[in-house]
């Protein structure tokens, strides 16, 4: 039987929109046709999400996130034998987009290999139609999304990296310039707000957090964040200890427990991804 590679909604049918007429474009990439069919049924009912394109194969995946300007592509990880590697194609060839990735249990490689290659929210596909959408509208403005156990899993792996050896690792070297956005981010400020406090640009800062995540071998703001709390990047910053790491580490641990959802957002983690 032959199969459509790619669906698209007709983007001149009246909607209302939020109040800045901006709607979160999304794609849907999911095997199960009935999936496809009840995420778009879900996001009917809201006024600020809208999906341009669908897909049922990596290869389709590929064409509608060429083909259409989406804010995020919902990814089901089960559609490639290797959905890390799918990840890091879908976002060289589409870097604007954010990646939210459905899992259908629980794993913990996974989970953190999708992180270190940019996904920007994972889910699983059990996960409740109001908190899919509250995750889109985090995702799409910059902000990282895992649940509990996925957020508990990150820490881990940051706190086993923070206490490994670190003789035979090269001594990072970041430009003055450098080492004042990493500072501004460690102390929660937006790319804007970056900007006006170093006398630049939005797309600037965006430029030098990237130069910045390939020195370190992180890849957002999340890791970057974490990264900073075991190691000494910025010149003058030291690595909190006793009663001031616990209250770092509480305010991380602090967004897996909090009521309600499961957003990753302490208050040293940033709300913007660099790009």
């Known amino acids: 039987m032959a199969s459509i590679p790619v669906s698209v909604d007709n983007l001149d049918t009246p909607h209302e929109?939020?109040?800045?007429?901006?709607?979160?474009?999304v794609i849907v990439a999911d095997t199960q046709a009935i999936f496809r069919a009840g995420l778009r049924k879900i996001f009917a009912l809201e006024d600020d999400i809208r999906v341009v394109g669908q897909a049922e194969t990596l290869a389709q995946t590929l064409a509608a996130a060429k083909k259409f300007s989406a804010d995020v592509l919902i990814f089901e990880a089960a559609l490639t034998p290797s959905p890390m590697e799918a990840v890091s194609d879908l976002l060289r060839q589409a870097p604007q987009m954010k990646l939210v990735v459905v899992t259908h249990e629980p794993n913990e490689?996974?989970?953190?290999?999708l992180f270190r290659r940019g996904a920007h929210g994972i889910v699983s596909r059990e996960v409740e139609p109001e908190t899919?959408?509250?995750?889109?509208?985090?995702?799409?403005?910059?902000?990282?999304?895992?649940?509990?156990?996925?957020?508990?899993w990150v820490?881990?792996?940051?706190?086993?990296?923070?206490?490994?050896?670190?003789?035979?690792?090269?001594?990072?070297q970041l430009t003055p310039k450098e080492s004042l956005i990493v500072s501004c981010v460690t102390q929660g400020m937006k790319n804007k707000e970056i900007a006006l406090r170093v006398g630049t640009t939005e797309q600037v800062v965006k430029n030098y957090?990237?130069?910045?995540?390939?020195?370190?071998?992180?890849?957002?703001?999340?890791?970057?964040?974490?990264?900073?709390?075991?190691?000494?990047?910025?010149?003058?910053?030291k690595k909190p200890e006793g009663a001031a790491a616990d209250q770092v580490n509480g305010k991380a641990n602090g967004a897996a427990a909090g009521a309600g959802t499961a957003l990753v957002n302490p208050a040293i983690i940033p709300n913007e991804n660099p790009s």
């Open 17 to 25: 929109g939020d109040s800045n007429g901006h709607f979160i474009r």
């Open 209 to 237: 957090l990237r130069k910045v995540y390939d020195k370190l071998g992180v890849a957002d703001r999340l890791e970057l964040a974490l990264y900073c709390l075991n190691h000494r990047v910025v010149e003058g910053e």
């Open 109 to 113: 490689e996974l989970t953190l290999e």
């Open 155 to 172: 820490l881990s792996a940051y706190r086993t990296q923070g206490t490994r050896p670190t003789g035979s690792r090269p001594k990072v």
């Open 132 to 152: 899919l959408v509250e995750c889109l509208r985090k995702v799409s403005q910059g902000e990282p999304w895992l649940d509990r156990q996925g957020v508990s």
